[in-house]
């Protein structure tokens, strides 16, 4: 989709008005953002980032909020409960048979699942808040050799405030990514992470530009190309299974006699093996942070997972995203379901046998795909680090294979959106 495209969306009213509804969300998104919690101090906050500048610990979920989260603003948790709660009930739906059952309810299932996901998303970000306070009430705690005081009255009633204002923060985040869903373009959570995660390039460009000088700003611009370009290669690769429908009469209609395909993508997976394993990595160093532990364990961890950039760190990293992605298929991809759902509607694969062979046919496929889905994820999340570090801009730039995969896998999910909706209002593709 080029520029023209964008100029004839705009052009087009009703297109213009989500166009500009989406943009409207997005900015008071943002405006949350940067709004300090009440009781924080907010120029002690900014003097402790420019001490630890070069600690990247909590890099990723800082992404993910848009660089509100170390700020401790209104909307400081960002989008991740959402995310966290969205995950932990799609894994329950494998376990529990009940929220199975609302799964292939249809939209009426889905409606409750969501609204399951709205209760949890609240009471994580209650356990969040309250985490992060618990840190940033201790000098020290929140940003590591920084011993400045950034909530000067704690107060519980006004720890308590603070707990309500960030969780009521999440809550209307929620409420925005609806908005833009059912009123704007494009997915209104993937939008929001999306801004978060362009809100901070800017200005970590602008830093390694200042911090080492115009050969490292290239240097850095044309590997963040190479990888881009790479991600949005595979992102579009899908190996396409034909499927025919034979004939049949229903009532004195006659159905079936089409052919479609079912598109099965490299990285089936997305981005979700990258945020659980980047996760995982993170809670090692909270442990320690928390317990504050001086012991050679505690410092061998501070020492390998602190900064996200150690070779240890990277080759776990690696491991687990690969072992993730496996698992992430398994569970939202049933070959079995497929071929029954397909066998009832008189669906088959072109010399494969309804029924089990069919199941086993898809398992096959999607194993072969999933092992070099699961490689490029990993390389994907570990390969921009080690080209940063060899650079020399490691601790500076966090701007990486998450980030990446995630701002192209929305972005052109919303072109196609936008393309799709053009596609509608303008008819001329048919004359031609």
Not at 163 to 170: D, E, F, K, P, Q
Not at 382 to 396: K, S
């Amino acid at each position: 989709m080029h520029l023209s495209a964008f100029v004839a969306a705009f052009r087009t009213p009703d297109l213009r008005k989500k166009l500009l509804f989406t943009l409207a969300m997005l900015a008071i998104f943002r405006l949350g953002s940067v709004v300090p919690t009440p009781g924080v101090d907010y120029s002690a906050i900014q003097r402790c980032i420019d001490q630890t500048s070069d600690n990247s610990v909590y890099a990723v979920i800082n992404l993910f909020s848009g660089g509100a989260l170390l700020q401790l603003s209104v909307f400081a948790l960002g989008i991740m409960p959402y995310i966290t709660a969205s995950i932990i009930l799609q894994l329950l739906t494998v376990v529990i048979p009940r929220l199975e059952m609302l799964k292939k309810e249809g939209q009426s299932g889905q409606a409750k699942i969501t609204q399951y996901t709205r209760y949890l998303t609240i009471g994580l970000a209650i356990l969040q808040s309250t985490a992060i306070l618990s840190l940033a009430r201790t000098p020290g705690q929140l940003f590591s050799g920084c011993n400045e005081e950034l909530i000067p009255n704690q107060n519980p009633l006004l720890i308590i405030v603070m707990v309500i204002v960030m969780t009521a923060g999440t809550a209307v985040i929620m409420w925005l990514g609806e908005l833009i869903t059912e009123r704007g373009v494009g997915n209104g959570m993937s939008l929001l992470i999306f801004t978060s995660i362009i809100a901070t390039i800017p200005a970590q460009f602008i830093n390694v530009f200042v911090s080492r000088g115009t050969f490292s700003f290239v240097l850095t611009l044309l590997v963040s190309l190479v990888v881009l370009a790479l991600v949005v290669f595979v992102e579009q690769g899908q190996r396409r299974i034909p499927v025919q429908y034979a004939k049949r009469m229903v009532g004195r209609r006659m159905y079936g006699g089409t052919s479609t395909y079912i598109p099965l993508k490299v990285n089936m997976a997305g981005v979700i093996p990258v945020i659980f394993a980047s996760s995982l990595l993170f809670l090692p160093t909270l442990l320690v942070q928390l317990t504050g532990s001086q012991a050679e364990w505690a410092q061998w961890i501070a020492t390998n997972f602190s900064t996200g950039t150690t070779t240890w760190y990277l080759t776990v990293f690696f491991i687990l995203t690969v072992f993730f992605t496996y698992f992430y298929v398994s569970i939202t991809f049933n070959p079995v379901d497929v071929a029954d759902n397909m066998k009832k509607y008189g669906g088959f694969i072109p010399g494969i046998r309804a029924g089990k062979p069919t199941a086993e046919y898809l398992s096959y496929v999607l194993n072969r795909l999933t092992f070099p889905g699961s490689i490029y994820l990993g390389l994907i999340a570990v390969m921009p680090v080690f080209a940063f570090n060899l650079i020399g801009i490691g601790d500076q730039f966090v701007f990486g294979g998450i980030s990446l995969l995630i701002v192209v896998g929305v972005g052109l999910d919303t072109v196609k959106q936008i393309d799709s909706q053009l596609q509608q209002r303008n008819y001329e593709g048919f004359l031609r």
